[in-house]
């Protein structure tokens, strides 16, 4: 397969609600999506996950859209790959930001699935070796932001749960004290519960881990510093609610970092974070034949990057339910027909050929505006 062409559009999603996660408010979300198209004037989807400022990691997507127009296209030339884990190879050695990298190989995912006239989550189970029938749903779980007291928590909660949700996260900061903690858990003894602490806490704070380590929450979600290894091991030493990292696992460097270190039992795999999905597979096959496990997490997506994430999830290395909500959680309006709705706490994995969703009117007139650039 060879790409012709490539074109970007700047999406820009109001938030139904302003999302608060750790030191920073969004109420708008750019995204900007990529389109490629091939020799056979096939075009293939993906986009860029990062947020407009570097407060998660610092990316942004600003930078990967530079990186993906002035560095990836240009050394991806005229160049032909006959698998996705061929252009895998090309585009980690591009050194490119890992959300640019994986924007791009989203895109060839599609392509070579509908190439192949499969779906993407076909050709993810076949380049792993599953010859199974593909999951037509997978469980799925929602993150809730940070509110200013355990009775708002408490309530939305509750909203979600009667959404079907199966598991809830909640976004942690220093102000939840183990009071507050233990009065939302109180709440709910038995819903599978976690934190995300999104590294604001430091070592120095392990007795507020401790007198919450018999809350029975699921996991403890990056507490500690986002290039750290040490001091999460030392963390997970003292308690017995598994540590998941997600801020500091890029490549496979830092998965072995997690093995040899026993830094945590869950890793927290953002296709996005990692560089794409040939990566994602390979670190998450590396975590699961050494004992850690792995689930999905998200990063506000559109309905494209959703479907990219239904599919990851649907596959058996991840067994714990992951951060994709459904279409209508976060905007007003998506850019794709249809909408990706909670069943009984599951969410349908698009069976169509490629990544089985395709962009409405509204994006269609948006991508129309641009020009495709030749490379
Ligand atoms: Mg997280």
Same mark, same amino acid.
């Given at each position: 397969?060879?790409?012709?062409?490539?074109?970007?559009?700047?999406?820009?999603?109001?938030?139904?609600?302003?999302?608060?996660?750790?030191?920073?408010?969004?109420?708008?979300?750019?995204?900007?999506?990529?389109?490629?198209?091939?020799?056979?004037?096939?075009?293939?989807?993906?986009?860029?996950?990062?947020?407009?400022?570097?407060?998660?990691?610092?990316?942004?997507?600003?930078?990967?859209?530079?990186?993906?127009?002035?560095?990836?296209?240009?050394?991806?030339?005229?160049?032909?790959?006959?698998?996705?884990?061929?252009?895998?190879?090309?585009?980690?050695?591009?050194?490119?930001?890992?959300?640019?990298?994986?924007?791009?190989?989203?895109?060839?995912?599609?392509?070579?699935?509908?190439?192949?006239?499969?779906?993407?989550?076909?050709?993810?189970?076949?380049?792993?070796?599953?010859?199974?029938?593909?999951?037509?749903?997978?469980?799925?779980?929602?993150?809730?932001?940070?509110?200013?007291?355990?009775?708002?928590?408490?309530?939305?909660?509750?909203?979600?749960?009667?959404?079907?949700?199966?598991?809830?996260?909640?976004?942690?900061?220093?102000?939840?004290?183990?009071?507050?903690?233990?009065?939302?858990?109180?709440?709910?003894?038995?819903?599978?519960?976690?934190?995300?602490?999104?590294?604001?806490?430091?070592?120095?704070?392990?007795?507020?881990?401790?007198?919450?380590?018999?809350?029975?929450?699921?996991?403890?979600?990056?507490?500690?510093?986002?290039?750290?290894? $040490? +001091? %999460?091991? #030392?963390?997970?030493?003292?308690?017995?609610?598994? &540590?998941?990292?997600?801020? @500091?696992?890029?490549?496979? /460097?830092?998965?072995?970092?997690?093995?040899?270190?026993?830094?945590?039992?869950?890793?927290?795999?953002?296709?996005?974070?990692?560089?794409?999905?040939?990566?994602?597979?390979?670190?998450?096959?590396?975590?699961?034949?050494?004992?850690?496990?792995?689930?999905?997490?998200?990063?506000?997506?559109?309905?494209?990057?959703?479907?990219?994430?239904?599919?990851?999830?649907?596959?058996?290395?991840?067994?714990?339910?992951?951060?994709?909500?459904?279409?209508?959680?976060?905007?007003?309006?998506?850019?794709?027909?249809?909408?990706?709705? $909670? +069943? %009984?706490? #599951?969410?349908?994995?698009?069976?169509?050929?490629? &990544?089985?969703?395709?962009? @409405?009117?509204?994006?269609? /007139?948006?991508?129309?505006?641009?020009?495709?650039?030749?490379?």
């Amino acid at each position: 397969m060879q790409i012709v062409s490539y074109k970007i559009h700047q999406f820009s999603f109001k938030l139904k609600h302003s999302y608060r996660f750790a030191d920073a408010i969004y109420r708008d979300r750019p995204i900007n999506i990529i389109a490629l198209k091939d020799e056979l004037g096939n075009v293939g989807l993906g986009e860029v996950e990062a947020f407009e400022f570097p407060n998660y990691i610092d990316e942004t997507q600003r930078r990967c859209v530079f990186s993906i127009t002035s560095r990836i296209m240009p050394l991806l030339g005229s160049k032909v790959y006959d698998t996705p884990f061929e252009f895998a190879r090309f585009i980690n050695s591009t050194n490119a930001p890992y959300m640019a990298r994986a924007a791009v190989e989203m895109a060839i995912w599609d392509l070579f699935a509908k190439r192949n006239g499969v779906s993407v989550q076909k050709l993810m189970m076949l380049a792993v070796g599953d010859s199974s029938a593909p999951d037509s749903s997978v469980a799925v779980g929602v993150a809730i932001g940070i509110k200013g007291s355990a009775a708002e928590v408490i309530k939305a909660v509750q909203r979600e749960l009667d959404l079907g949700y199966s598991r809830i996260k909640l976004k942690v900061n220093r102000h939840y004290s183990v009071k507050m903690l233990t009065e939302i858990r109180a709440h709910f003894p038995d819903v599978l519960m976690m934190i995300d602490c999104n590294s604001q806490f430091h070592l120095r704070d392990k007795s507020f881990f401790k007198n919450i380590d018999g809350l029975n929450f699921a996991m403890i979600e990056q507490p500690l510093g986002k290039k750290d290894f $040490i +001091d %999460h091991a #030392k963390l997970q030493a003292q308690i017995h609610t598994p &540590l998941c990292l997600d801020e @500091n696992i890029f490549n496979s /460097e830092d998965v072995w970092k997690v093995i040899n270190r026993h830094s945590a039992g869950f890793i927290n795999m953002k296709l996005a974070r990692v560089g794409g999905i040939s990566n994602a597979l390979a670190l998450s096959a590396l975590a699961v034949n050494h004992g850690l496990q792995v689930w999905c997490g998200g990063m506000l997506e559109t309905g494209i990057g959703r479907a990219f994430n239904l599919a990851l999830a649907s596959l058996g290395y991840f067994q714990f339910p992951g951060d994709i909500s459904a279409s209508n959680r976060y905007y007003e309006k998506d850019i794709i027909n249809g909408e990706f709705e $909670i +069943d %009984h706490g #599951k969410i349908t994995v698009p069976q169509g050929v490629g &990544l089985g969703v395709e962009l @409405n009117e509204y994006a269609q /007139e948006k991508f129309a505006e641009e020009e495709w650039i030749k490379i």
